[in-house]
């Protein structure tokens, strides 16, 4: 089974700077998909960013990207020019590509903090 | 546009009551539909999802069963309450291809006395 590892339950950073937040997860497939959500406050959950496994160049949107390490099973997001509204929990997330695996293996989230 | 409703949005429970989450999404056809609970301070885990009306899977073992009795309403159910049911409950659909996203909706707040 999949799982997705993200070791620092809390991040800061200050308003303006640059944060990465780490995830490693764990899977013998070749093909699958990675996500970034947001969920900040109200609870509502909301993709950030996405990555096909097979895809060698990484993914941008705007201030968010990702740094996606396929051998090392790695899938780091980085947030530049941080805002105060980018204070949330931020989950990453695994889906197979197999046909009948519909589901998302998340993290267990990173709760970042943006000092003003 | 796609939407995607849930109630309630809070919930107090005695032990051993009965509960019943709903779940509806507007604006697509033939969704894929999911349950999922957070409890505090972890992640999402997923309960339940659905690729079409009547068909369930089931991913863990637990107090709670779902069902789909049309196409865009997905229901959440215990006969009787734990109090390990507490959490924040999240309802999300999907469509289509493994790298389209879940869209989640505002979720329901449970808590179990």
């Known amino acids: 089974a999949q799982t997705v590892t993200q070791s620092q339950p809390e991040m800061s950073v200050q308003e303006a700077e640059t944060v990465t937040l780490s995830c490693t997860y764990d899977t013998s497939e070749s093909d699958y998909y990675l996500f970034w959500y947001k969920q900040p406050p109200s609870r509502q959950m909301i993709l950030v960013i996405r990555?096909?496994?097979?895809?060698?160049q990484n993914a941008t949107e705007n201030r968010f990207s990702v740094n996606f390490q396929k051998a090392a099973k790695s899938f780091s997001l980085k947030i530049s020019d941080s805002q105060l509204g980018d204070a949330a929990m931020y989950f990453c997330?695994?889906?197979?590509?197999?046909?009948?695996?519909?589901?998302?293996?998340f993290g267990k989230g990173t709760k970042l903090t943006v000092n003003p | 546009s796609q939407t995607i409703h849930q109630w309630p949005a809070t919930l107090v429970q005695p032990v051993g009551s009965p509960l019943s989450l709903e779940c509806t999404v507007e604006g697509t056809s033939n969704p894929n539909l999911y349950w999922y609970r957070q409890a505090a301070g972890r992640g999402l885990q997923l309960l339940f999802y659905?690729?079409?009306?009547?068909?369930i899977s089931s991913e863990v073992p637990q107090n709670l069963s779902a069902s789909r009795p049309q196409d865009r309403q997905f229901i959440l159910s215990s006969k009787k309450l734990l109090l390990s049911d507490s959490g924040f409950y999240l309802c999300a659909w999907s469509v289509g291809l493994a790298l389209n996203e879940q869209f989640f909706g505002p979720g329901t707040r449970l808590t179990v006395l």
């Open positions: 997330a695994y889906r197979s590509d197999q046909g009948g695996s519909e589901k998302l293996v």
């Open positions: 659905s690729v079409g009306i009547g068909q």
């Open positions: 990555q096909e496994a097979y895809k060698q």
